[in-house]
């Protein structure tokens, strides 16, 4: 599977993620640019790790209409990208490794 991890990482998601066996591509900044880079078109899985850049779902989404959006952040996810999120969840809640574990 292949997945995208944007965003600070702070919880350092993208190494669980790599060990499930998944291929990931790191970005900090995901614009239009990056995510095009990063091969948002062939991706399975986004993974934003910032709340701050929640308009960037709406990117991906031009993108690639059926990639799967996973936040994993604290905080609240603004109400336009809630409808284009697949998933929310709080780090306080779930561990990195629980979640790389259930994206298959």
């Known amino acids: ?5 944007a965003g600070a990482d702070e919880s350092e998601i993208a190494d669980p993620i790599d060990a499930e066996g998944h291929d990931v ?10 995510l095009a880079d990063a091969g948002i078109e062939n991706t399975d899985v986004y993974l ?6 929640a308009t960037s779902i709406a990117v991906a989404k031009d993108h690639n209409p059926d990639v799967r959006v996973v936040v994993y952040a604290e905080g609240s996810l603004p109400e ?7 998933l929310v969840i709080d780090p306080a809640l779930l561990d990195p490794e629980a979640v790389a574990e259930e994206l298959a």
């Not at 599977?1 to 991890?5: A, C, D, F, S």
């Not at 934003?48 to 850049?53: K, P, S």
């Open 1 to 5: 599977m292949q997945v995208i991890v």
């Open 48 to 53: 934003l790790t910032e709340m701050a850049q």
């Open 80 to 86: 336009f990208a809630t409808r284009q999120a697949d």
């Open 25 to 34: 591509t790191a970005i900090d900044v995901a614009d239009g640019t990056s």
